[in-house]
């Protein structure tokens, strides 16, 4: 079993920046691939970035590439997501979710553990 816990979220004026972070707790966090997922009202949940064990590989979402940072700490077990020039479509529940013993995915499907979401609202 992990726990994994998000905070960070907030409301922040479009063009700002947040830094969401993901504590983890339980099993050894080295052994999950790590990513982040969001929800935005009526929408399914999707893919934004995923993060290697080791932290040496990175992916992002299109929609989301070129202005954010996903990383990690494996000794603090917690997971990063810096976020830049927010838009107000990046208004959602943000969560983290974790993948044992397997690579990143933007499938949901392939994590086993997920937090409770943070909210991020970005407002004109």
């Known amino acids: 079993q992990v726990q994994l816990v998000e905070s960070g979220g907030g409301l922040v004026q479009a063009g700002g920046s947040l830094r969401l972070s993901c504590a983890a707790s339980?099993?050894?966090?080295?052994?999950?691939?790590m990513g982040w997922f969001r929800q935005a009202p009526g929408k399914e949940r999707e893919f934004v970035a995923g993060?290697?064990?080791?932290?040496?590989?990175?992916y992002y979402a299109d929609s989301v590439k070129g202005r954010s940072a996903i990383s990690r700490d494996n000794v603090k077990n917690t997971l990063y997501l810096q976020m830049n020039n927010l838009s107000p479509e990046d208004t959602a529940v943000y969560y983290c979710?974790?993948?044992?013993?397997?690579?990143?995915?933007?499938?949901?499907?392939?994590?086993?553990?997920w937090g409770q979401g943070t909210q991020v609202t970005v407002s004109l």
């Open positions: 979710a974790a993948a044992w013993n397997r690579d990143w995915s933007p499938d949901k499907k392939s994590y086993d553990y």
């Open positions: 339980g099993r050894n966090f080295r052994n999950f691939a």
């Open positions: 993060i290697r064990w080791s932290g040496g590989s990175t």
